[in-house]
């Protein structure tokens, strides 16, 4: 079976960082995309950060600049650096992954993504 298993999250103040992970296992994801989503109380779950089969990243216009996605294919993990939080990045995490996709949009589409984790809690005060 396929698993991916996100940890990291936790509480942090705001202009504070924190680093998510997620490790992969039962498929090695070195050539496919992969991303991390989030959701907010209340509020429908968006794409934060994609990476592609070259390591080309992409990002929602909130977390440009601040946030920094990448990948250790070695270790089949992908990892999320979140730096000067704000409390608009107070949100349940998820890391997703395409057995079938290396690139394209539909790296960026929750539909395209086929394999996920159960999510980390992030939550940032001010």
């Known amino acids: 079976q396929v698993h991916l298993v996100e940890s990291g999250g936790g509480s942090v103040q705001s202009g504070g960082s924190v680093r998510l992970s997620c490790v992969a296992s039962?498929?090695?994801?070195?050539?496919?995309?992969m991303g991390w989503f989030r959701q907010a109380p209340g509020k429908e779950r968006e794409g934060v950060a994609f990476?592609?089969?070259?390591?080309?990243?992409s990002y929602v216009d909130s977390v440009q600049g601040r946030f920094t996605i990448s990948r250790d294919s070695a270790e089949n993990t992908l990892y999320l650096q979140m730096s000067d939080v704000t409390t608009e990045d107070t949100a349940t995490y998820y890391c997703?992954?395409?057995?079938?996709?290396?690139?394209?949009?539909?790296?960026?589409?929750?539909?395209?993504?086929?394999?996920w984790g159960q999510g980390t809690q992030v939550t940032v005060s001010s």
């Open positions: 990476i592609d089969d070259e390591n080309d990243t």
């Open positions: 997703a992954a395409s057995t079938r996709y290396s690139t394209g949009s539909l790296c960026r589409r929750e539909s395209g993504l086929d394999t």
């Open positions: 039962g498929y090695n994801f070195r050539d496919r995309c």
